[in-house]
């Protein structure tokens, strides 16, 4: 009697946990949608695609725990999509846009940052199998999370879609500009992690009106919201180093490593 081979009939995969993947591989596409624009001379559209990139980077993490379709493929394809949604397309978008007139000097500082976005997701990685962070770091990223840098680069660019381009398109400016966020990234500054933040109950009602607000001022005034959105971000800084202070004190480190991660995230779902 011939016996029949186990597992012969090829494993299908349902749609649903393949979401998380789409996800990220739109948010690469946006990524490089963003490039293109730039070529194009569309800043607003360069920038408002980096911002969906964005968005859906926070999307596919939370979407893979949700129907639990995390794995190391995702994680790997979410790596190299960050690197070129948030590493190379703003480095590109700011090149094209301002630091081209300084020749090679423009360049380093693209280089600059898209090196240490590479290092910021290597250095990610290889810390989330940690198992002595304490359990408050998971409320801290170390240094700042790609996505966030990559809307700091891009803050002088929506500026100037509101006050002009007097200042901020100054290419020595955003010369420098690049390199303080490429030193933020790679730092050991602690950058809050709002994934973590819990809303009390007699709070959800009120935060909806909220954000119904700022929803409707988005769509009147896109980029004056961003702008301050941005500023805010970078405001919160120094609030978060005291407060990652206050917890160190209380319970030391033992090792050093990144913000705690649950089986499956990633580093932007922030």
Same mark, same amino acid.
């Not at 240094?143 to 100054?170: H, I, N, T």
């Given at each position: 009697m011939r016996i029949r081979p186990r597992n012969r009939r090829l /494993?299908?995969?349902?749609?649903?946990?393949? =979401?998380?993947?789409?996800? +990220?591989?739109?948010?690469?596409?946006?990524?490089?949608?963003a490039i293109r624009f730039a070529m194009q001379d569309k800043w607003e559209l360069a920038v408002a695609a980096i911002i969906v990139a964005g968005i859906l980077d926070g999307l596919d993490g939370r979407m893979a725990r949700l129907?639990?379709?995390a794995t190391k493929f995702g994680a790997e394809l979410d790596s190299l999509s960050d690197? =070129?949604?948030?590493g190379v397309a703003p480095a590109l978008v700011v090149y094209m846009w301002s630091t081209e007139?300084?020749?090679? =000097?423009?360049?380093?500082?693209?280089?600059?940052?898209?090196t240490c976005c590479a290092l910021r997701l290597a250095r990610f990685n290889t810390a989330l199998? &940690?198992? &002595?962070?304490?359990?408050?770091a998971s409320f801290f990223?170390?240094?700042?999370?790609?996505?966030?840098?990559?809307?700091?680069?891009?803050?002088?660019?929506?500026?100037?879609?509101?006050?002009? &381009?007097?200042?901020?398109?100054? #290419?020595v400016v955003m010369a420098f500009w690049l390199l303080a966020v490429a030193f933020?990234?790679?730092?050991?500054? #602690? +950058?809050?992690?709002?994934? /973590?933040?819990?809303?009390k109950r007699e709070m959800v009602l009120p935060l909806l009106v909220v954000v119904g607000i700022v929803a409707a001022i988005l769509a009147s005034y896109p980029w004056f919201v961003l702008s301050v959105l941005?500023?805010?971000?970078?405001?919160? =800084?120094?609030?978060?180093? /005291?407060?990652?202070q206050r917890y160190a004190a209380s319970q030391p480190v033992e090792a050093d490593g990144e913000a705690q991660e649950a089986p499956g995230d990633r580093e932007e779902t922030s």
């Open positions: /494993r299908e995969l349902p749609v649903n946990s393949l =979401i998380p993947n789409i996800l +990220t591989v739109l948010a690469l596409c946006a990524g490089m949608s129907l639990k379709g690197f =070129i949604a948030f007139v300084l020749g090679g =000097i423009g360049w380093i500082a693209g280089l600059a940052y898209s199998d &940690d198992p &002595d962070r304490p359990a408050w990223f170390t240094g700042m999370a790609a996505p966030a840098a990559a809307c700091m680069v891009l803050l002088p660019m929506a500026v100037s879609f509101q006050l002009g &381009d007097a200042v901020v398109r100054e #290419p933020l990234m790679i730092s050991r500054i #602690p +950058t809050y992690s709002f994934k /973590r933040v819990r809303v941005g500023v805010a971000y970078l405001g919160s =800084i120094p609030f978060s180093y /005291r407060a990652q």
